[in-house]
């Protein structure tokens, strides 16, 4: 790699590659021109609980309208913003902004807020939150935080304490894309989870692929001895709805119940779902 040749020593550059870094260089000024202008905002995609059949929650989603390439994609800049750092101020505004904006909805309506690895492994998470909940006055339970597998690899002394420090502040952890990193199971075995958060790509298969379908069969079983409630991601169609429903899913979130979408122009009617 470039970067870690020593002086003198040649540097080859593969084709594209000099316009590839120009490209990441610009994307990261403009990340900051971003933080500093406020051309972030949330979308909030509705989770609907099975059991009561209503919309318990909502989560957050990062949008970037960028004056010149229009909308931005978080799977586009979230990780550029890991390398740099930069994310540890978008993952603060992140937290400030949902918890303000959900202290408004009903009391028993949660917001559910994606936490990067970068922003676990940092020692002012747990100080983050605090603030956020203090300077809007949301009740820490209706605040759930969402963390990926990879956030969870680090070693497990330290894991087990922020996860106790974050149950302290009264909020919840849920696991996000459960079933798709390498150690889902162990860490669902060692560690205080209150949800599991079963990647779409499974629920996106199910019905035609029975190897799909056995592990989004398992997972639900799985919470259920556990009594860790789960939720599905991705639900698209009916068919899928009732498939989840019929494994005895808890909550489900999709395109089928809602888009994510900005809070002014999003109508929070209920729908009915049976
Ligand atoms: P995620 O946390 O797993 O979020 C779910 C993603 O699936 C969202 O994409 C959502 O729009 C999309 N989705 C929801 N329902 C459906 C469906 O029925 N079908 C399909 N095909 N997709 C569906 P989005 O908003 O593009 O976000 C992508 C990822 O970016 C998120 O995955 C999360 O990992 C990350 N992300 C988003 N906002 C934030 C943020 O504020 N902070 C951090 N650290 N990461 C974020
Ligand atoms: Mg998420
Ligand atoms: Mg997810
Ligand atoms: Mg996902």
Redesign the pocket.
Known sequence: QAKHAGRGQAVCYQPGMIEQIAARRQLEQDIDVAIEQRQFH??Y?PILSLNDDRIVGY????RWNHPIRGSV???DF?PLAEETGQ?LA??QW?LEEACREAASWADDQSVA????PV?FKSPSLTGCIATALAESGLSPHRLEV?L?ETALVTDGKALAHILVELRALGIKVAM??FGTGYSSFAHLRDFPIDRI?ID?SFVAAALTDSHAMAVLRAITQLGRDMHVPTLA????TQDQLDLVRRLGCDDV????IG??ERLDVAPMAEKQYA
């Open positions: 949330l979308a995609q989560e957050a989603l990062i994609s978080p799977v979230i994310i978008i993952g992140v807020v994606n936490i990067s922003q969402e990926t996000d894309d958060k779409r991601e991705g639900v698209e979130q999709g395109y089928l888009k994510p």
